[in-house]
C-alpha cells in the first residue's frame, strides 16, 4: 500500500535576525539554514494495516505525512503510495486517500455539517448511490444525524471529529491519515471514535496511519507502531515486541498485613513505601515475581499483591532518549 | 467545466457561511455607503470650493471614483480574500486545498464571498448614474462596450496586483506589509485624478503597480478628456491589454508559487 | 499618579514596537502627505488665498494633519468590547484602581508612544519633503501642544463612552464604525472646515470633533490667531469637561449593572 524508501526532506528557512534592525537586514541579505525534518526513513505499510505513527513534536511526522498526500515533495528518496507517486499525481492520490487533521477541521465553519458533505461529494465526484450508502453508515456509526444540521462551530469536539471522520471516508479512500483525530476529546468519545476507526479498518479493508500523543489510542488500537524522532524511524514493529523489548522493567507492589520496617529482597530497589505498601522494582530478566513473592511471603504476612506493569508512554520516553544520543541533528 | 461548477458549488457554500449571520449585513451595507458618502461629500465640498480640480468637475470625480469602485467592487464582492492567503497558508487551510482532487486556485478564489460589497456595485452603479446625467454624456454603442469593458478590467487588474502581492507570502511568509505599502497608491488614484500628481507618481501607478488603468485612463476615455496631441493618448485605451498581461503574470507566478510551497512546505 | 505613569509606561512598551506591520504603516504616511500635497497645490493655482489662507498656510496644515494622524484614536472601547466578551473585565474591575483612570492611562501611554515614534519623524519627513512649515513663535507652538492634548482628551471621552455602551452590547463595530465615519467628516482631518458651507459649517464648529484636528492645526498654521484660540482651546475644554461628566455618569451605571449580571 505504501511504499518509502529512504525518504529524506530538507528544508531551507531564511534565518531570522533578532529585532528591527535584524529584520531590515534580512530584508537585504538573507542567510539561509537547512533543516532535515526526515533523514532517510523505509518502511512499507501493507493493506489492511492500522499503524499508530508517534513522535515528539518537530520529529518529522507531519512532514512525512505531508509528502504521503502530495502536498510536499521529498527532497530524496522514493514514496509509493498504492501505486502512485504522491507529489506527481497529487489530484489522483487525493482521491484515494482520506485525512483529517485534529487541530483544524475540514469542514466549512459557519454551514451545516451536512452541506460540507454534499460539497465533498462533489469535489470528489462520489456516485449518488454511494452517497446515500456512506451517510447511512454514518448515521449507523457515528450518529451523523444527531448533528448533521448543526454549523459545525456550534458542535462539541467530539462531535467535530466524528463529522470530520465521516467527510474523510465520504469517498471511500483505500487510506486513511489521521493525524492527531482525538485531540482534546472526552473519554467516552474518544471510545467511540477508537472502535470506529477500528470497525473500518477491519471491515472495510481501510488502511489506516494514526498519529497521536496519547499512547491509549496506540495500545487499544494499533497492531503496529512505528516511532520517529529527530527524522529517523527508532522503532517499527508490533507492540508487544516493544514491550518485551524495552520494557523490561516492572514493579511488585506488596501490601503487608502490618507496617514494616523497609527490607531489600534480591534483585530488587525497593522504590517506594507507604504505610503497610510497598514497591519493588526488578527486571524482568533477573528475577521473576514468583521468586520474589516467595522469598517476601517466607519473611512477612503479605495481604494483597499485584504486577505493575511499564506504561507504555514510559516505554517510549525510554525509546527517545535512547535515540537522542545516536542521532545526527541537522544536518547544514 | 468541471471547475467552473465547482466555482460555483464554492461560491454557493460561502454565502450560506454568511448568511449565518444576517445582523452584520445590514449593517455592513449601511457602513459601507455612508463611508463612500462621506468621501464623496469631502471631495464635494473641497471642488465645491474651488469649482474644479484642475480641468476635471465635481461630477467627472464622481464618475472617477465611481469607476473606480465598480471594477473593484466586483473583486472585492468575490475575491477580496485572496489578501488572507497569508494566513490561509499559517494556518494550513492551504495544506487542505492540496490535499483534494481540485485545483488549489479554484479553492482559493471560492473560498469567501463578501456580499456585503453589494454595497460597492450600488454606490458605484448610482454614482456612475448621477455623472451620466449631470455631465450630460450621450454615450454610443462603442462607448458603452469599452465602459463595460473598462470595468472588467479594473476587475482583473486589482485582482491580479492584490493576488501577486499575496503569492509574495509562499516566499517571504507574509505579505500584508506590501499591501500597507500600497494601500495609499489605492486611495490616491481612487479619489484624485492622477495627472494633478507629481511625474514619479503618475509613472509608478501607470507602469510597477498600475492601478490608474482601473479609473483614470478609461475615465479619459469615457468623458472625452483624450488629449491627441499628447504623446501618451494611446495609454487611455491600454486598461484591457494592461489587464491580459497581468493576467498572464499573476498565472505563471502562481505555477512557481505553488512549486515552491510544495518543495518549501509550512 | 504614580500609578498612571506605570500603566503608561507599561503600555508603552508593550506597544506595537516589534510589529513590522506597524512600521510599515508609518512608512506609508509620506505617500499620503506627497498626494495631498498636490492636491491643494492644484487648487490653490486656481484660486490663491482662498479664504484668507496662504498655499503654505494649507499645505502645512494638509501635511500635519496627516502626521498627527494617528495619535487621536487611541481606541480603549476595542479593549473593552473584547475584555467584556472573554469575561476579563472582571478582573480589571477587581482591580483596586478607578477603571476610568485606567483606561485613561492605557490610551495615554499608547499616545505619548504615537508621538515619539510616529509624529515626530512624521513631521521631520513633513518638514524636510513637503514644506511643512514651523510656527510662527514659540507661543504658537505651546498653544499648539495645549491643544493637541486636549483634543486628545476630548476623543479620549468620545471612545470612552462608546466602550462604556460596548460593555452592555458587547457588540462595537456597527457603532464605532458610525462614529469614526462622523469624525472623519467633521474634524477637519481632510477638508479644513473652514470650506464647509452653511449648515455643515454650523453642525462642525457645534459637534466636539473639531477638537481633534481642526482646532490644533488652525492654531498652529496660524489661521485661527489671538482671541480666537483661546476661544477654540475654551471650546475643547467645554466639551471636555461635558464630555467627562457624561462618562463618569454611564460609567458608573454600566458598573452596577455588570457586577450585577456577575460579568
Redesign the interface.
Known amino acids: 500500500m505504501i511504499k518509502v524508501e529512504h525518504l529524506t526532506k530538507n528544508y531551507q528557512r531564511v534565518k531570522r535576525r533578532e529585532g528591527i534592525l535584524g529584520s531590515v537586514r534580512t530584508l537585504f541579505s538573507a542567510e539561509y539554514e537547512t533543516t532535515r525534518a526526515v533523514d532517510d526513513i523505509s518502511f512499507h505499510i501493507n493493506e489492511g494495516e492500522l499503524v499508530g505513527y508517534i513522535g515528539p513534536n518537530g520529529a518529522g511526522k507531519s512532514t512525512s505525512i505531508k509528502m504521503l498526500c502530495g502536498i510536499l515533495v521529498p527532497t530524496g528518496g522514493q514514496i509509493e503510495v498504492n501505486g502512485l507517486v504522491p507529489h506527481k499525481n497529487r489530484m489522483e492520490n487525493a482521491r484515494q486517500i482520506g485525512a483529517v487533521f485534529g487541530q483544524k477541521t475540514q469542514l466549512w465553519w459557519d454551514v451545516p455539517v451536512i452541506e460540507s458533505l454534499r460539497l465533498f461529494r462533489d469535489i470528489y465526484k462520489v456516485p449518488e448511490a454511494q452517497f446515500k450508502h456512506n451517510l447511512n453508515m454514518f448515521n449507523d456509526l457515528l450518529d451523523l444525524h444527531e448533528f448533521q444540521s448543526t454549523p459545525v462551530r456550534q458542535l462539541s469536539l467530539g462531535q467535530r471529529m466524528r463529522a470530520d471522520m465521516a467527510a474523510a471516508l465520504l469517498h471511500n479512500p483505500r487510506l486513511l491519515f489521521l493525524d492527531e483525530p482525538m485531540i482534546g476529546v472526552d473519554v467516552v468519545a474518544k471510545e467511540r471514535l477508537r472502535t470506529f476507526i477500528q470497525k473500518i479498518n477491519r471491515e472495510q479493508k481501510v488502511t489506516i496511519l494514526l498519529t497521536t500523543h496519547d499512547m491509549g489510542d496506540i495500545e487499544k488500537v494499533c497492531s503496529r507502531i512505528m516511532i520517529i524522532d529527530h527524522g529517523h524511524i527508532v522503532y517499527d514493529g508490533n507492540i508487544d515486541q516493544m514491550r518485551n523489548k524495552y520494557g523490561t522493567q516492572r514493579t511488585l507492589v506488596v501490601e503487608f498485613e502490618e507496617p514494616i520496617a523497609d527490607f531489600d529482597a534480591p534483585h530488587t530497589t525497593l522504590v517506594k513505601s507507604e504505610g503497610r505498601k510497598k514497591w519493588f522494582a526488578f527486571n524482568r530478566f533477573e528475577t521473576s515475581p514468583s521468586t520474589l513473592i516467595t522469598y517476601i511471603g517466607a519473611r512477612f504476612p503479605i495481604l494483597d499483591l499485584a504486577v505493575e506493569e511499564p506504561e507504555i508512554e514510559a516505554i517510549v520516553r525510554t525509546i527517545y532518549q535512547g535515540s537522542a544520543g545516536t542521532a545526527k541533528v541537522d544536518g547544514a | 467545466m468541471h471547475v467552473i ?2 466555482y460555483f ?2 461560491i454557493q ?2 454565502l ?3 448568511m ?2 444576517r445582523a ?1 449585513f445590514i ?2 451595507i ?2 459601507l455607503i ?2 463612500n458618502v ?1 468621501n464623496l ?2 471631495i464635494g ?2 471642488v ?7 480641468d476635471w468637475t465635481l461630477w467627472e470625480l464622481v464618475f472617477l471614483y465611481c469607476l473606480w469602485i465598480l471594477g473593484h467592487s466586483l473583486y472585492s464582492l468575490f475575491f477580496s480574500h485572496t489578501r488572507q492567503l497569508e494566513n490561509y497558508l499559517i ?3 492551504f ?2 486545498f ?5 485545483s488549489p486556485l479554484i479553492q482559493l478564489l471560492g473560498r469567501e464571498l463578501e456580499y456585503i460589497e453589494i454595497a460597492d456595485m450600488f454606490i458605484g452603479l448610482t454614482g456612475i448614474s448621477l455623472a451620466y446625467a449631470q455631465l450630460g454624456l450621450h454615450w454610443d454603442v462603442w462607448k458603452w462596450s469599452f465602459f463595460i469593458i473598462a470595468i472588467i478590467s479594473g476587475t482583473i487588474i486589482v485582482l491580479a496586483i492584490n493576488l501577486l502581492i499575496a503569492c509574495s507570502a509562499f516566499w517571504t511568509g ?1 505579505s ?2 506590501t499591501f ?2 500600497v ?3 489605492y ?2 488614484v481612487h479619489q ?1 485624478p492622477v495627472d ?3 511625474n514619479a ?1 503618475r509613472i509608478i501607478v501607470s507602469s510597477l503597480l498600475p492601478v490608474a488603468f482601473m479609473n483614470y485612463y478609461p475615465a479619459l476615455v469615457l468623458l472625452d478628456k483624450v488629449d491627441h496631441a499628447s504623446s501618451g493618448w494611446w495609454l487611455s485605451y491600454m486598461s484591457p491589454v494592461v489587464a491580459l498581461i497581468l493576467l498572464g503574470i499573476v498565472s505563471g507566478v502562481w505555477r512557481l508559487a505553488l512549486r515552491q510551497y ?4 509550512s | 499618579m504614580k500609578l498612571f505613569w506605570a500603566f503608561a509606561r507599561q503600555h508603552f512598551h508593550a506597544t506595537a514596537l516589534y510589529r513590522v506591520d506597524f512600521w510599515l504603516r508609518v512608512a506609508s504616511t509620506p505617500i499620503l502627505m506627497y498626494g495631498t500635497r498636490w492636491v491643494w497645490i492644484t487648487l490653490y493655482t486656481q484660486r490663491p488665498g482662498a479664504f484668507g489662507v496662504s498655499l503654505q498656510q494649507m499645505v502645512t496644515y494638509a501635511v500635519l494633519s496627516m502626521a498627527i494622524e494617528n495619535l487621536f484614536y487611541t481606541g480603549p472601547q476595542y479593549y473593552m468590547a473584547q475584555q467584556a466578551r472573554s469575561g476579563a473585565i472582571d478582573a480589571d474591575l477587581l482591580k483596586p484602581l478607578d477603571f476610568h483612570f485606567h483606561m485613561l492611562a492605557r490610551s495615554t501611554g499608547e499616545m505619548l508612544f504615537r508621538i515619539i515614534v510616529i509624529a515626530l519623524p512624521a513631521m521631520l519627513v513633513g518638514y524636510f519633503l513637503f514644506d511643512l512649515q514651523l510656527p510662527a513663535t514659540l507661543q504658537t507652538g505651546f498653544l499648539f501642544v495645549v491643544a493637541i492634548l486636549l483634543g486628545y482628551l476630548v476623543n479620549f471621552h468620545l471612545e470612552f463612552l462608546l466602550g462604556s455602551v460596548a460593555l452592555v452590547t458587547l457588540e462595537i463595530h456597527s457603532i464605532d464604525w458610525a462614529f469614526h465615519a462622523t469624525a472623519r467628516f467633521f474634524s477637519g482631518q481632510f477638508v479644513p472646515l473652514w470650506l464647509f458651507p452653511g449648515v455643515l459649517g454650523l453642525l462642525a464648529n457645534i459637534l466636539p470633533f473639531r477638537s481633534t484636528f481642526s482646532t490644533p492645526l488652525s492654531i498652529y498654521t496660524g489661521v485661527v490667531t489671538g482671541g480666537a484660540v483661546t476661544e477654540a482651546i475654551g471650546f475643547q475644554m467645554l466639551w471636555l469637561i461635558l464630555l467627562f461628566i457624561i462618562s463618569r455618569w454611564l460609567w458608573e451605571r454600566v458598573q452596577a449593572r455588570i457586577v450585577l449580571q456577575g460579568g
Not at chain 2, 465645491?48 to 484642475?54: G, N, R
Not at chain 2, 492540496?98 to 481540485?102: D, F, S, V, W
Not at chain 2, 510544495?262 to 512546505?265: A, C, L, V
Open positions: 461548477q465547482l458549488r464554492l457554500i460561502s450560506l457561511s454568511r449565518q449571520y452584520n449593517a455592513g449601511l457602513g455612508v463611508w462621506i461629500g469631502l465640498i473641497m465645491t470650493q474651488f469649482t474644479s480640480l484642475k494556518e494550513g487551510t495544506d487542505q492540496l490535499l483534494r482532487p481540485a507574509r500584508r506589509g500597507i505599502i494601500s495609499p497608491f486611495s490616491l484624485y494633478i500628481f507629481g507618481f510544495t518543495s518549501s512546505g
